[in-house]
């Protein structure tokens, strides 16, 4: 029998907040990982039951707590009901195929955002869902995997750099966002040389592996473009929710943050235009070179057309040709069939056309 793990169908006919997990599962068991902090003090803990994150519910420090893992039900429900999270907050963090979103809870926030890398083994480009609840002193992050890009995150609140330590939660939120979305440009950046190496291998030699290739990258900029454009939505939503939860002085960062959202999105826009533009080019070069290479056959052809003529004139079978009891007949016919392709090739040269 299938199994139903990580197909939608398999909630079908289930109640509103019931704890299936949608996806691919990543990892064979959860991770839970605890940074608690504040100016003074640090901590930094694996976990390795849900129950040890509890003490940190009500702490006077700001407490990190990351989930590595979200198919495990159990895990996601333990955490979701110490901390107050609603059943259907949990059942969209089991579902890794949400778009990015933001949600006031009221006593939290809830933001939901897509992780955007290459695979490691080649080009191919991989999104995972990262699922963010802001509390009052505590944030959880709920990861597919393990690996992220938030180890420069880690290490300024493990060596105190910056003002991270000093500020809250909601501080704490922007410096995750902001790192997946300067992961952005990570990737456009990769994506723009290739996307630049396909087009001199466009404008220099175009094959049939070319044009692949850029169906290929327009399939990649149509992902990049359906993962990132709600991202906009979501900082712009954060930045004017009226939550206590976002202090004044963390606002400056996300519209920096939403300023930087703008600058991908414009330069997705700007490379699916490059590749519309370049399958253009393809297609006429296409055109171009089969024009070419009609123009050869055809010249070709026109050249022959004469000497055609000539051998079939003399290929008739009638006795009174003069030509045919003539000595040096063959070696003259020859002599206007080689001088009759002589002049049309000089004429096409005069004319440049070939």
């Not at 955002?113 to 802001?134: A, H, N, T, W, Y």
């Not at 393990?146 to 809250?168: A, Q, T, W």
Request: proline share 3%; glycine share 8%.
């Amino acid at each position: 029998m299938a199994n139903m793990e990580g197909k939608r169908s398999g909630k079908t006919g289930r109640e509103s907040g019931s704890l299936v997990h949608v996806g691919e599962r990543k990892v064979e068991s959860a991770r839970i990982t605890i940074i608690d902090y504040d100016a003074e003090k640090f901590l930094e803990k694996e976990a390795g039951t849900p129950e040890e994150c509890f003490e940190f519910r009500d702490t006077a420090t700001v407490t990190w707590i990351n989930i590595d893992g979200v198919h495990d039900a159990e895990v996601i429900d333990k955490l979701g009901g110490r901390f107050g999270l609603h059943p259907l907050i949990l059942e969209d963090i089991m579902n890794t195929d949400q778009r990015p979103k933001f949600e006031d809870l009221g006593d939290a926030l809830y933001v939901v955002l897509r992780m955007i890398d290459f695979d490691g083994k080649g080009p191919k480009i991989e999104s995972e869902q990262l699922s963010l609840v802001v509390g009052p002193n505590f944030v959880l992050s709920f990861q597919e995997r393990p690996g992220d890009m938030f180890d420069p995150v880690r290490e300024r609140i493990r060596k105190g750099k910056g003002r991270i330590r000093k500020l809250g939660p909601d501080y704490l939120a922007y410096a995750l966002m902001d790192s997946v979305v300067d992961q952005y440009f990570v990737v456009l950046e990769k994506l723009g040389e290739r996307i630049e190496t396909l087009e001199e291998e466009l404008i220099a030699d175009p094959r049939t592996s070319t044009l692949h290739e850029i169906h290929g990258l327009k399939r990649e900029t149509l992902f990049l473009r359906k993962s990132i454009w709600p991202v906009r939505e979501v900082i712009a939503g954060l930045e004017r929710a009226e939550s206590a939860l976002i202090k004044e002085s963390t606002g400056i960062f996300l519209r920096d943050v939403y300023d930087h959202t703008i600058q991908v999105v414009d330069n997705v826009e700007t490379f699916r235009d490059m590749l519309s533009n370049m399958l253009e080019t393809y297609l006429s070069s296409l055109s171009n070179r089969m024009n070419q290479v009609m123009k050869v056959l055809t010249i070709i052809a026109t050249i022959f057309i004469p000497l055609t003529f000539i051998a079939g004139v003399y290929g008739m079978n009638f006795k009174n040709m003069p030509e045919l009891e003539w000595r040096w007949g063959y070696a003259f016919i020859w002599i206007v069939m080689i001088a009759a392709g002589a002049a049309m090739v000089v004429y096409f040269k005069r004319k440049k056309w070939f």
